[in-house]
């Protein structure tokens, strides 16, 4: 009887671990877009708005999981 209640259960699941990796990605997602809005109004501010609008179409990578910002 256990097996059949895991195997009702297993789609309930699967879309709440589904859901929760949505709303996790698009959290770091605003985070990022974040950073880079801050870095380009930066930039606006110290180099002029026109530097800042020709670097702010570059894509932007993000560091290794591993790396630490210090």
Do not use: I, K
Not at 17 to 32: F, H, K
Not at 40 to 62: K, M, N, T, W
Request: no cysteine.
């Amino acid at each position: 009887m256990a097996a059949v209640q895991r195997v009702r259960a297993w789609p309930v699941e699967s879309q709440q671990t589904a859901r929760r990796n949505a709303m996790l990605a698009g959290t770091s997602l605003t985070q990022r877009r974040r950073e880079h809005q801050d870095v380009a109004d930066f930039l606006a501010s110290f180099y002029g708005p026109s530097y800042a609008a020709s670097v702010s179409h570059l894509p932007h990578r993000s560091l290794p999981q591993t790396a630490t910002r210090g």
